[in-house]
């Protein structure tokens, strides 16, 4: 099974931005279908995006905000959050093919 690795996860102040990063163990390429979640405590697991192929998909509260960008040489896939708010606190994980990463937390605080 793929491994995944996600990063990038800082404390931010509202209105920052950061970029998360998600590296698989194995060759990505276009045909990649991902997807972002995030979860605070004591709360499920919310959906957050879905990138499949050259089509990507966003949860209203992020739509205009969150964007998806892959490097296939890396393996990695970025997730680019602009716009931060303190709602956007939480853990972030990326999954594919029912493979999860460990998570990395963002917090967005002043």
């Known amino acids: 099974q793929v491994h995944i690795v996600e990063s990038g996860g800082a404390l931010v102040q509202p209105g920052g931005s950061l970029r998360l990063s998600c590296v698989f163990s194995?060759?990505?390429?276009?045909?990649?279908?991902m997807a972002w979640y995030r979860q605070t405590p004591g709360n499920e697991r919310e959906w957050v995006a879905t990138s499949q192929g050259a089509v990507s998909l966003f949860a209203d509260s992020v739509q205009g905000r969150f964007t998806i960008s892959r490097d296939d040489a890396r393996n990695t896939v970025f997730l680019q959050m602009n716009d931060l708010k303190p709602e956007d606190t939480a853990v972030y994980f990326c999954?594919?093919?029912?493979?999860w990463g460990q998570g990395t937390q963002v917090t967005v605080s002043a």
């Open positions: 194995e060759h990505i390429d276009k045909t990649l279908s």
């Open positions: 999954t594919s093919n029912s493979a």
